[in-house]
């Protein structure tokens, strides 16, 4: 998606679009800008994880793409706007459970010569999308996946104890660490996002650790069991074959000296 969100952002046909002060209509032909500016949304745009794609020309027009005909609409549109333009054409990731459902991922577009800004461009990724991806991380069978926001807040996953004191707990880039919850322990591994600020929490339960390390600790024993086995075979038979010669030259003294001189 920020590969997706990059590639548009400097896009020359978007550029174009962007720079012009009296934007074409939608009407005036298949070639106008604002209709090769949508067929580039059309592109980029994924309906199984994006709910939609948007862009907010500061030339007036906006440009968008969704599976219904008209753009969506949030109450919380210019507070959007803001956060994109504060981080000055870096990506940026928000947290809209309360008010879209989903996670807004925004970029201020800026004229690749002058830097002005040209408008913001905006899609919303579904949080059906994270929960597919969460599904296929190995956390064990009882395990569970937890995404927290820059400011701890839920994204992904349930409320628990580990929630409600994130502001105690993770305090690190990454780090793991044991918890109690409901008399259960469990092993706890987390990871901060750089980019966005976000943190990754995975909760294994101890015992299923324990159970997963069981076969390696078996397997272990049986061949250190083994090695010893094979040690003592090896040492037997060097015995027997570094030994033979001094018991044939002892045994043929012995016959020297009673005599014996065959």
Do not use: H
């Not at 968008?64 to 981080?87: I, M, V, W, Y």
């Not at 305090?171 to 980019?195: A, E, P, R």
């Amino acid at each position: 998606i920020y590969s997706k969100l990059e590639y548009l952002a400097f896009n020359p046909t978007v550029q174009e679009e962007l720079l012009s002060k009296f934007p074409e209509r939608e009407d005036e032909g298949y070639y106008s800008g604002s209709r090769k500016l949508t067929r580039l949304l059309v592109q980029m745009y994924n309906s199984k994880d994006m709910r939609d794609m948007e862009i907010y020309g500061d030339n007036g027009n906006e440009y968008f793409c969704a599976l219904q005909n008209d753009p969506l609409r949030f109450s919380n549109t210019g507070d959007l706007k803001e956060k994109a333009r504060e981080n000055k054409g870096a990506i940026t990731c928000i947290n809209d459970r309360e008010v879209s459902g989903d996670i807004q991922v925004l970029k201020e577009i800026r004229d690749t010569l002058s830097m002005q800004s040209l408008g913001v461009l905006r899609t919303s990724i579904r949080l059906s999308a994270l929960e597919r991806i969460s599904q296929n991380v190995d956390f064990a069978s009882s395990g569970k996946m937890l995404l927290l926001d820059e400011n701890n807040k839920l994204i992904l996953g349930e409320e628990s104890q580990l929630t409600r004191k994130a502001d105690l707990l993770f305090i690190n880039w990454n780090d793991s660490f044991k918890y109690t919850i409901d008399g259960i322990s469990y092993q706890v591994v987390y990871q901060l996002s750089q980019k966005t600020g976000w943190k990754t929490i995975g909760i294994i339960p101890s015992g299923e650790i324990t159970k997963s390390i069981m076969p390696l600790q078996t397997g272990t024993a049986v061949m250190l069991l083994a090695g010893l086995g094979l040690s003592l075979v090896l040492s037997l038979i060097m015995s027997y074959i570094m030994g033979r010669p001094i018991k044939n030259t002892v045994g043929a003294l012995k016959r020297f000296s009673n005599g014996d001189f065959t």
